[in-house]
């Protein structure tokens, strides 16, 4: 079989194949692809073909009787369909079974999906909007959802599974080449759906213990602005919030700070520390006139250590000497 119809690293239609399961799937994928494929143009083909052939003509003769049936052709055409499909099924059962069996060995990742973005816990507690996972090293991740169902999908490793509010799905795979692929939410979750994209970062070996070891230090290593702008970066505040100015889900982050802002109802706060603590673990006690309440809450999730960070980043933001930049729209 030629390379380009089964195996190939990089066919005309399909990703790149970046894990262990990825070939088998696309196998497959192929084969349905082509099995389907030849009979439709075998079918429709001979279709067309009866169609003109056997068109009635001047001088059209009543028929002949004819057969009633073929035994042999009726056996024929059931048998080679059934094989087809029997293959297809047990060959389907096997993949859908090593996409289902961890090894006992994997490496676990909590993953969490809420309107509208990925989180990713390692078992030291570091929390990441990125996936980083180590190549050649099956990762099992055991996801659930905070609010809706979205659906996290690696093109790139052939899997996907459903992230459900209430319960845990689970889903693995074995990155097999070094590299940086998207992820993707396939399920329609509202209006950030489109936007609710990640990357999986495959890490040559021993690379993902160093990143896993500095991420992880963020806040001792670095100033509290900068430690508080990579969190914004990195927890899905800018997901929502700008920091230039411009609109989003939620109010930009620019010239916030120290400034008035327009609640829902038409009251007045100003944006201080303990405004913009209780905005990130308490984010419906103060809604932004303008904005749907549509922030999760960070209780839990965020420690104080990284709120104050999150606050002298924001600090940075509100030094130019621009007005408060008119939070709240009408
Ligand atoms: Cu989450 Cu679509």
Same mark, same amino acid.
Request: aromatic share 12%; proline share 7%.
């Given at each position: 079989? /030629?390379?380009?119809?089964?195996?190939?690293? %990089?066919?005309?239609?399909?990703?790149?194949?970046?894990?262990?399961?990825?070939?088998?799937?696309?196998?497959?994928? /192929?084969?349905?692809?082509?099995? *389907?494929?030849?009979?439709?143009?075998?079918? !429709?083909?001979? +279709?067309?073909?009866?169609?003109? %052939?056997?068109?009635? #003509? @001047?001088?059209?003769?009543? @028929?002949?009787?004819?057969?009633?049936?073929?035994?042999?052709?009726?056996?024929?055409? *059931?048998?080679?369909?059934?094989?087809?499909?029997?293959?297809?099924?047990?060959?389907?059962?096997?993949?859908?079974?090593?996409?289902?069996?961890?090894?006992?060995?994997?490496?676990?990742?909590?993953?969490?999906?809420?309107?509208?973005?990925?989180?990713?816990?390692?078992?030291?507690?570091?929390?990441?909007?990125?996936?980083?996972?180590? !190549?050649?090293? @099956?990762?099992?991740?055991?996801?659930?959802?905070?609010?809706?169902?979205?659906?996290?999908?690696?093109?790139?490793?052939?899997?996907?599974?459903?992230?459900?509010?209430?319960?845990?799905?689970?889903?693995?795979? #074995?990155?097999? /080449?070094?590299?940086?692929?998207?992820?993707?939410?396939?399920?329609?979750?509202? &209006?950030?759906? $489109?936007?609710?994209?990640?990357?999986?970062?495959?890490?040559?070996?021993?690379?993902?213990?160093?990143?896993?070891?500095?991420?992880?230090?963020?806040?001792?290593?670095?100033?509290?602005?900068?430690?508080?702008?990579?969190?914004?970066?990195? %927890?899905?505040?800018?997901?929502?919030?700008? !920091?230039?100015?411009?609109?989003?889900?939620?109010?930009?982050?620019?010239?916030?700070?120290?400034? @008035?802002?327009?609640?829902?109802?038409?009251? #007045?706060?100003?944006?201080?520390?303990?405004?913009? #603590?209780? $905005?990130?673990?308490?984010? +419906?006690?103060?809604?932004?006139?303008?904005?749907?309440?549509? +922030?999760? &809450?960070?209780?839990?999730?965020?420690?104080?250590?990284?709120?104050?960070?999150?606050?002298?980043?924001?600090?940075?933001?509100?030094?130019?000497?621009?007005?408060?930049?008119?939070?709240?729209?009408?």
């Amino acid at each position: 079989m /030629k390379s380009w119809l089964l195996g190939a690293e %990089r066919g005309f239609m399909l990703p790149v194949q970046a894990s262990s399961v990825a070939p088998a799937v696309d196998a497959l994928f /192929k084969f349905i692809f082509w099995v *389907s494929a030849f009979f439709f143009l075998l079918i !429709v083909g001979l +279709m067309l073909f009866f169609v003109v %052939r056997f068109r009635r #003509r @001047p001088g059209y003769q009543k @028929p002949t009787e004819a057969p009633s049936h073929n035994t042999f052709l009726e056996i024929t055409w *059931s048998v080679i369909p059934l094989v087809l499909v029997m293959i297809m099924g047990f060959w389907g059962f096997k993949v859908f079974l090593d996409l289902n069996t961890p090894p006992a060995n994997a490496y676990e990742v909590q993953v969490t999906g809420q309107k509208w973005k990925w989180l990713f816990t390692y078992p030291n507690g570091h929390v990441d909007e990125t996936l980083h996972v180590p !190549v050649d090293q @099956p990762v099992r991740l055991v996801m659930t959802s905070e609010d809706v169902i979205h659906s996290f999908f690696v093109p790139a490793f052939r899997v996907k599974r459903d992230v459900v509010p209430g319960r845990y799905t689970k889903l693995w795979f #074995r990155a097999t /080449k070094v590299g940086t692929y998207p992820v993707f939410c396939a399920e329609y979750c509202g &209006t950030g759906h $489109s936007d609710m994209l990640t990357t999986v970062e495959v890490h040559e070996p021993g690379g993902f213990e160093r990143w896993l070891e500095a991420a992880s230090n963020l806040l001792n290593t670095l100033p509290p602005a900068e430690a508080g702008r990579r969190l914004y970066q990195t %927890r899905g505040c800018a997901q929502c919030h700008s !920091v230039d100015g411009t609109g989003g889900i939620g109010p930009t982050l620019k010239g916030l700070y120290g400034h @008035p802002v327009v609640l829902r109802g038409g009251n #007045r706060v100003t944006a201080d520390e303990n405004y913009i #603590r209780e $905005s990130i673990l308490e984010p +419906m006690a103060k809604v932004v006139a303008g904005f749907d309440p549509v +922030m999760p &809450t960070y209780k839990g999730r965020l420690k104080d250590q990284e709120i104050t960070a999150l606050v002298a980043f924001l600090k940075t933001l509100a030094s130019e000497d621009k007005g408060p930049a008119e939070q709240g729209r009408e």
